[in-house]
Nanobody, 120 residues
Framework: QLQLVESGGGLVQPGGSLKLSCEVS????????IGWFHQAPGKEREELSC??????HLMDSVKGRFTISKDNGKNTIFLQMDGLRLEDTGTYFC???????????????WGKGTLVTVSS
């Protein structure tokens, strides 16, 4: 059974940084596509990034602020978030799909999310 578990959320001041983790079990990272998504309170979930193998696509809204990295030994993918803004508040999810499949076509498995609050 493929499972994804997010961690690393918390309270951070505007301009601060957080590093979120998504630990994947049941399959190795190089066999799946992993996406990071953000859902602000009262809003629809939005795609932030989509990673298949060594290739990552970042949405324009987070380019220059967010980066993706992986630790294949730990089967974990990270979302480094810098320059956080009030509007980055919300729940962050990672999700998986078949390798090479675009993240905007629907994801198959989802984690439960981790909450990020950006506030002064």
């Amino acid at each position: 059974q493929l499972q994804l578990v997010e961690s690393g959320g918390g309270l951070v001041q505007p301009g601060g940084s957080l590093k979120l983790s998504c630990e994947v079990s049941g399959i190795t990272l190089d066999q799946v596509t992993i996406g990071w998504f953000h859902q602000a309170p009262g809003k629809e979930r939005e795609e932030l990034s989509c990673t298949s193998g060594a290739s990552t696509h970042l949405m324009d809204s987070v380019k220059g602020r967010f980066t993706i990295s992986k630790d294949n030994g730990k089967n974990t993918i990270f979302l480094q978030m810098d320059g956080l803004r009030l509007e980055d508040t919300g729940t962050y999810f990672c999700a998986s799909n078949a390798y090479g499949r675009r993240c905007d076509l629907g994801m198959e498995y989802w984690g439960k999310g981790t909450l990020v609050t950006v506030s002064s």
